[in-house]
């Protein structure tokens, strides 16, 4: 199985250093453990508006070192197309990267692990946990 985290979890895990987080991270192999390229992206803009930059980078450095770095596909696109038009449908949108974040789990059957399982439990074929 391949997971992929969540921005939130990503943080959760730099801040806190939760044992529960790194038991599961230690059972998995490094390559199981996958950061979108949104995620990525989130997590240095949160570094470079912090009041502490060269550290909050240093902690992703830290936490993304193990992890594989995954770009979007044409497959992504398509499902995210899929995906927001469902949502739109519905009346049950959720946040544009959340929404790319979803597309890039499903269209390559990975887990999402987010501590925000209400909006993504929101998106049909979608694979969720929640290890917080």
């Given at each position: 199985?391949?997971?992929?985290?969540d921005t939130?979890?990503?943080?959760?895990?730099?801040?806190?250093?939760p044992?529960?987080?790194?038991?599961?991270?230690?059972?998995?192999?490094?390559?199981?453990?996958?950061?979108?390229?949104?995620?990525?992206?989130?997590?240095?803009?949160g570094?470079?508006?912090?009041?502490?930059?060269?550290?909050?980078?240093?902690?992703?450095?830290?936490?993304?070192?193990?992890?594989?770095i995954?770009?979007?596909?044409?497959?992504?696109a398509?499902?995210?197309?899929?995906?927001?038009?469902a949502?739109?449908?519905n009346?049950?949108?959720i946040?544009?990267?959340?929404?790319?974040?979803?597309?890039?789990?499903?269209?390559?059957?990975?887990?999402l692990v987010?501590?925000?399982?209400?909006?993504?439990?929101?998106?049909?074929?979608l694979?969720?946990?929640?290890?917080?």
């Open positions: 199985m391949e997971y992929l985290l939130n979890i990503c943080i959760y895990l730099a801040k806190n250093n044992p529960q987080i790194r038991k599961k991270l230690a059972s998995l192999q490094g390559q199981q453990i996958i950061i979108s390229i949104i995620t990525m992206g989130e997590l240095r803009f570094a470079a508006k912090s009041q502490h930059r060269e550290k909050a980078t240093n902690l992703i450095d830290q936490l993304t070192r193990s992890m594989r995954e770009d979007l596909t044409p497959e992504v398509e499902h995210y197309g899929d995906i927001r038009a949502l739109e449908k009346g049950k949108i946040g544009h990267n959340d929404l790319w974040l979803a597309a890039h789990a499903r269209s390559q059957n990975w887990i987010t501590n925000n399982e209400r909006e993504f439990l929101r998106v049909d074929g694979k969720v946990e929640n290890w917080i």
